[in-house]
């Protein structure tokens, strides 16, 4: 059982929740994640793993189905039963020189650690955006990482008006980069891996469909280099220009048509 110790709404449907859970805590390394399930019954739900203390974890919480919105209604001292982590591979954090992270949407929250991490040997350029400025979040945080931080909301609410992609496309044409990580929806991670193309070395971080988060059911197997790979066990992180993107975004969509009717029922 691992108890919550704080909760906090960062962003429109967007929620923060810290647990104690010293095993995980303590092993835990940028680019990880956790899979977990809230009741015997529930389904299994993997998250990334976006802060982490000697005792504590914390994770970000988009509320898009039954399992998000009964985890956001969980409150402080609550538990959650079943934790399992930290899952996949760590982020590197060695130096490259000068690395920019564009976060979208709920990939906000996985490229803090990830930045924070780098930002010990690296010059760091940031790009956070969101459909509008309701859903952005941890700002400050990133301004303590770094003054190159852009903000960006698709409708123009807040910051530069336009995708995050359009924002490092328009800092590349400023400035030079030996690394680009980019972590959020499929569509917007293609579109980075585009622009990049032949031009920078690109990382992505893959959360297709997953259940056991160990490689054994083969459920988040992505196309990589020609190859199927595991998301779980051989990512999340991969190379940005080697993924099958049309592949991926096509097998998210493969449980659409029940998602739809859960939401309608629940």
């Keep these: ?3 919550i110790v704080r909760k906090e709404k960062l962003a429109e449907n967007t929620y923060l ?3 104690e859970a010293p095993d995980i805590a303590k092993k835990a390394q940028p680019g990880q994640f956790v899979v977990l399930r809230i009741s015997e019954t529930g389904e299994r739900i993997p ?6 203390s000697k005792k504590t974890i914390t994770l970000v919480v988009l509320v898009v189905g039954k399992t998000t919105e009964e985890l956001a209604k969980l409150r402080k001292n609550e538990f959650i039963p079943d934790i399992a982590g930290p899952l996949g591979n760590k982020s590197e954090s060695i130096q490259y020189g000068s690395v920019c992270l564009v ?3 709920l990939g906000i929250a996985p490229i803090y650690p990830i930045a924070r991490a780098l930002k010990k040997e690296n010059e760091l350029a940031i ?5 509008n400025k309701s859903y952005l979040f941890w700002e400050d945080r990133f301004r303590k990482l770094t003054k190159n931080l852009v903000v960006c909301t698709d ?5 530069l008006h336009g995708f995050v992609s359009d924002a490092l496309k328009k800092l590349m044409e400023e400035r ?3 690394l680009v990580i980019a972590i959020g929806p499929p569509v917007m991670m293609k579109a980075v891996a585009g622009i990049t193309q032949d031009r920078i070395k690109t990382k992505v971080s893959l959360n297709p469909l997953m259940v056991d988060g160990i490689g054994m059911c083969g459920g988040c197997r992505v196309v990589v280099n020609n190859r199927v790979r595991f998301a779980c066990s051989d990512g999340p992180e991969f190379d940005a220009h080697a993924v099958d993107w049309d592949e991926l975004i096509s097998r998210n969509k493969t449980y659409a048509e029940e998602e ?3 939401k309608k029922q629940c």
């Design 17 to 19: 929740i810290e647990v």
């Design 47 to 52: 998250l990334t793993i976006a802060d982490y």
């Design 103 to 105: 976060g979208g949407g």
């Design 260 to 262: 739809g009717l859960c």
């Design 176 to 178: 030079g980069f030996n």
């Design 155 to 159: 409708d123009g609410s807040k910051g």
């Design 1 to 3: 059982m691992n108890k």
């Design 127 to 131: 790009i956070i955006g969101a459909k």
